[in-house]
């Protein structure tokens, strides 16, 4: 190898520490980056004139960048759209990225809703996700995600549902039972809220009423204020039935005498109300899941009815399956959509695209999209954001090491240099 080759080595020692460097400045320049992976320079050596078997070295080149997809540690937020990825796997993205449209890859959770209810990257990016339907699946098609802004409409109460006990011990009032005087001419009552049509709740009372052994009466009552051409202050028994139980406590029958059908003012008429008391011995049932006759106190373990009245979205949540869900002022929370999660063959073969985003490559292959949480793509955590997984002072040393290695290959240049004023010298 000549002298004036020696120099040159010497320079590709220089070219290839300074872009090291600048990897390592990088990797610096974003240590608090959200969703940032770091990346090393790849160092090969280059070849020159071939001497017999032996290749003579002519210096060294950085071959590549690799990018390092370790998980950077999560950071705890409070705020319900931050999220990040427990696992492999990246959030999905779609718009335009420096002219660029398409869909774009990025471990940085850091979203928000916009104006519309879309729910967007930072840029202005849409996260993509699928969008649930009305029986509570969720569509195959990947879309981005839009959370409704306007209010929920009401859902009317269809179901009511009871579980108590009647005290086996009571005896049928005298008189029986009267509507006007519920309260004196029945054993038990307790008091329901419903829903009608237009989101207004209604008080219903239910009267249970003893006509003999193992024998019971219901009457459900409403007060004449909130029933269609009623009058306030006078009650409307609206519907009921009886119960049979057997001399072990147990339910044996229920007949509904009269279905609730109640005229709500202003509401749909004839609103439809099932009343759930349990399952009889006579149908299969156990007979204690419900209504029972024991030598108990009567009252009541739980009851409930569905239905809601209107209420205005207050926030969202997501689940670790990527599953969001708004949370509204009425107390409901319905399903809105599902995050999609892609997955590649090689992370390592994603196209850096800036804004903390990568784009698919042939070396990364096309991304596989799904839930998070299955094939192996990472769960989800709400509140919380993934960290730049940039180790600064294991940087500070490759910072030297470069340094060092940057003088190392400018002292070959100027003691090539020297040699060959030596050389020069000679002819004196």
Known sequence: MSIVSTMYTGVSGLTAEGDALGVVGDNIANSNTVGFKSQRA??????????????????????????????G???????????????????????????????FYSRAGQFNLNAKGALVNPQGLAVQGYMANK???FSPAVTGITVPVASLAPQATTKMSMVANLDSSATPPNPPFDVTKAAATSNFSTAMSV????????????????????????????????????????????????FQFGSDGTLTSNTVGTPIAANFVNATAGQAIALNFGSTTAGGGSG?????????PSSVSSQGADGYSSGDLTGVSIDGNGVVTGNYSNGQKMGIAKLAVAKFNSNEGLSRAGENLWSASVGSGAAAL???GVGGRGSTTSGTLEGS??????????????????????????????MMQELVNLKR
């Open 135 to 137: 029986d509570g699946t």
């Open 370 to 372: 799904g839930s998070a």
């Open 288 to 296: 204690t899941d419900g209504m029972t006759q024991f030598a108990a």
């Open 195 to 242: 829903t009608d049509s237009l989101g207004k709740n209604h008080n219903l009372n239910v009267y249970f009423e003893n006509t003999g052994a193992g024998q019971w009466n219901y009457h459900v009552v409403s007060d004449g204020a909130d029933l269609a051409g009623g009058t306030a202050g006078v009650p409307q028994e609206i519907g009921g039935g009886s």
């Open 42 to 71: 790849v160092f090969e050596d280059m070849l020159g004139r071939s001497m017999s078997a032996v290749g003579a070295g002519a210096g060294v080149r950085m071959s590549s960048v690799q990018q390092l997809f370790t998980e």
């Open 73 to 103: 540690a999560l950071t705890s937020t409070g705020v319900s759209t931050d999220l990040s990825i427990g696992g492999d796997g990246f959030f999905v993205v779609s718009g335009a990225v420096n002219g660029t449209q398409g869909s």
């Open 389 to 418: 997984n940039v180790d600064i002072a294991s940087q500070m040393v490759e910072l030297l090491s470069h340094q060092r290695a940057f003088q190392a290959n400018s002292k070959t240049i100027t003691t090539a240099d020297e």
